[in-house]
């Protein structure tokens, strides 16, 4: 069988049907792959967020490539995280859950300084970490009205991009069906990107499409953005909730970029001129965790991170950003010891997170 055809199985219109497919594979299966056991990722999107995995199939190719353990990590979404968890069950694989925010910064000091958002001033992503299972439903209904008001200004954005294009574009026809938005996922500004690949490459591959969607996020994303508002979280309440869900809460370190593995993201300074200041304030402020993905950093960068984490009394979780066709799910870098301690930490969550 195909990686297409694998995936379409994997991707199947039901988690139920998704599960059942995993299983029949499972069973199926001459032979395993090989574990790696210094292998982790903590960050695979899904279609719950955006990335052509459903979180069973996002199990079976981490697995596939040797991965013991992964973690499911979706924008504004926790939507696919009890099929990701059943379908880590079912292939005997570690499993870690938690979700992505935009979190606002005023009020911090830093609200008028590019953070590790390329769109948009004051505004951080940052990871909530190793949610159990008993608060998915709490947390899908804490995000459900930031997913609408983000949807308002989605379809803002596919009318600019109509503006700026050329291209006819519907929110309804064409960007909500590629999209789990009516099982409790989000749409992101990807989604609306993918759809217009479809209009640029109509006889296009799938694999055409990802890669004309890499080349739009960092040249149209600029013209057609639309500053996000009162869909984010404030810093404070962020970490509030993550208290009361009992999550770990983590500022994404993204650091300085000189070249993009994913493509989507142009030369630009980040936080490195001003980092330790940033990891302070975090700090005074209730965040106690930072995530970073090795592949994006060189080695001073990782180097000093790490470093300004153990001072600080920071956990460090890693992960790579899993979200496109061609990317692989693994971090060779993590097969160093000196990052074995990231592969002990996402033992740790998946730990943590047993009920």
Known sequence: ???????????????????????????????????????????????????????????????????????????????????????????????????????????????????????????????????????????????APLREKRNVRNRAMVENIKKVTGIELDFERDVLPISQAADGGTVTERHLLFALTSKMLPEGSEIERYKLLGKLKSDLIPEIFIPATDEMIMLDEAVSFARDIDAILCYAYLGDVTASPTGDKKAAKYEDDFLPELIQMLKSRGVNALTFMPSRNTEAQLQRVMALCRENGMQQISGEDVNALGQSFICEKLTDENYRHLVDAAWALVKREED
């Open 1 to 143: 069988m195909t990686e297409v055809q694998t995936r379409a199985l994997l991707n199947a219109p039901t988690a139920k049907e998704r599960l059942e497919n995993l299983k029949k594979l499972l069973d199926e299966e001459t032979g395993k792959p090989k574990v790696r056991s210094n292998l982790s990722n903590n960050h695979i999107h899904t279609t719950y967020s955006f990335s052509p995995y459903s979180p069973t199939a996002a199990i079976w190719f981490s697995r596939m490539e040797g991965l013991p353990v992964a973690g499911i990590m979706d924008h504004d979404s926790m939507g696919g995280a009890a099929e990701f968890r059943a379908a880590a069950k079912l292939a005997n694989m570690g499993a870690t859950c938690g979700f992505e925010a935009r979190i606002n910064y005023a009020g911090t000091g830093f609200e008028n300084v590019r953070l590790n958002n390329p769109d948009q001033c004051g505004v951080g992503y940052m990871t909530f970490h190793s949610v159990k299972s008993k608060y998915f439903s709490q947390v899908q209904d804490f995000l």
